[in-house]
């Protein structure tokens, strides 16, 4: 193996869907309008936000609480904004130490890092602050790359970026939107963790019970 490639929430960080259901409720009253067709419309949007069809967030926000019937301000949109940006950094700034100290020695050890990671613009934005950004040699973000996991694109473009085939590559995520099968499927030895979530129960293939496992498959 060659390449390490990783998924971000869930994985290398928390996924916190407790903190976002709260955050999202939060973000339609902000909106002015029903906290819980907010979320579920929010919700429904996921592919959509994914591959950045509606820009940046603000501008997401706002299409979004229009859908809902709402016609919020451009101060009710920074609101919002403010909300959701801050979550993105509380989440980022949540990776344990061992996963750092993992990533650390991987790229020690000569191996080329790579995050393949279905998100939003603001984690985007947020990304070259956080702890983890050092660790990696290349990033292909969904809003990015206009691709979103399980398609096949978004792995190739990490893959190409560090000039590796994807059978050269260990993959390694919680199991959600389907990465798992997608990843093997293109020929990446992969793994399963459960470190903060377990998001794919009937995974056949290897698993790990925390990120610093991985240690193991150097």
Known sequence: ???????????????????????????????????????????????????????????????????????????????????????????????????????????????????VSNITAETQLQWPSSSLSPYFDTTAFSAEVGAAKPEPAIYLTACNALGVDPADCIYVGDGNDNELPAAASLGMHTIRTVEHANSAPAWPGPTINTFAELGAFQ
């Open 1 to 115: 193996m060659k390449a390490l490639l990783s998924d971000l929430f869930s994985t290398l960080v928390p996924g916190g869907d407790a903190e976002r259901s709260l955050v999202n409720a939060r973000m339609g009253a902000a909106l002015g309008v029903d906290a819980t067709a907010f979320q579920q419309a929010f919700d429904a949007a996921s592919y959509e936000r994914f591959i950045g069809a509606y820009g940046d967030l603000p501008n997401t926000l706002r299409v979004i609480a229009e859908r809902c019937g709402g016609a919020p301000t451009d101060e009710q949109v920074q609101e919002a904004t403010n909300l959701r940006r801050a979550l993105a950094q509380r989440l980022l700034g949540s990776a344990p130490a061992t996963t750092l100290s993992t990533l650390a020695a991987f790229r020690a050890a000569g191996w080329r890092i790579g995050l």
